[in-house]
């Protein structure tokens, strides 16, 4: 298959592009900074400039006709209270986390409706399913990726196209190099400081990158996708179905201890 994996530089981009490429498929790992790899090939796109996107899109096409598979892995964190969070900031992340992995089903969708065939990946988050305290904002714009991904899997159906969202837990990259972390006002610090060493300590013993990847590689082998997959430890994982299922009272309750914030 031919594949197109944004956020290929580093972390769980470049595993998935070397990972995919290694098992036989043509792989375009799309990223700012060129991905230094033997095994696929690096475009320098900012996905969220379109014109960039067209432009590699187009260049796959030339080169192979086809693009089978889209994995939307590009995105930031974003930490801070929601108080002291400022417009400039929410936009540069909801930029990057939902217009950008739109703005590549745009270029892709057209050459997959062509086709009658394409799979669709957009990697959201665990916790995008509940607000997370210090990230409010993150957990939003990955929530506004899954919605979308909801609609869209309605509106491709009828071209055997395909999408779902894929649900990280703490995976151990190199995020808080690239989170956006936000003024945090003196009524929240101590709080804060106490959840974002906990925040890097999940990272830091977090599931490995590899795993990540074989779990997609066994994905892509599914005829059929449901509409959410969640990965990661089970401590994580289970807070999803308890957010169903307990009252919201008690269930902030259980985050709160969680966090530590008690």
Do not use: C
Not at 231 to 239: D, H, L, Y
Request: charged share 25%.
């Amino acid at each position: 298959m031919v594949i197109i994996i944004t956020g290929a530089s580093k972390g769980i981009g470049f595993t998935l592009a070397e990972t995919l490429a290694k098992k036989g498929h043509v792989v375009y790992g799309l990223s700012r900074q060129i991905a230094d790899s033997a095994h696929f090939k690096g475009i320098s796109v900012d996905v969220t400039d379109k014109e960039q996107i067209n432009q590699a899109v187009s260049s796959v096409i030339e080169k192979e006709g086809r693009i089978d598979v889209l994995i939307n892995n590009a995105g930031m964190g974003m930490v801070g209270s929601v108080e002291d969070t400022t417009k400039e900031d929410i936009h540069k992340l909801f930029d990057l986390n939902l217009v950008g992995p739109i703005q590549m089903i745009s270029a892709v969708m057209p050459y997959m409706r062509e086709k009658r065939f394409g799979k669709i990946i957009n990697v959201s988050s665990i916790g995008s399913e509940m607000g997370l305290p210090f990230r409010g904002f993150y957990s939003a714009s990955k929530s506004a990726l899954d919605k979308a991904t909801e609609a869209l899997r309605y509106e491709i159906k009828n071209w055997d196209v395909q999408a779902t969202s894929l649900h990280l837990g703490d995976i151990k990259t190199n995020i808080a190099e690239s989170r956006i972390k936000t003024r945090v006002s003196e009524a929240y610090t101590t709080v804060f400081n106490k959840i974002y060493a906990l925040m890097n300590a999940h990272v830091d013993h977090g599931t490995e990158p590899s795993e990540v990847a074989d779990y997609v590689v066994d994905l892509l082998d599914k005829k059929s996708w449901k509409a959410h997959y969640y990965f990661g430890k089970f401590g994580q994982k289970i807070g999803v179905p308890l957010k169903w299922i307990l009252p919201q009272n008690f269930y902030e309750n259980l985050m709160r201890k969680y966090s530590k914030m008690d």
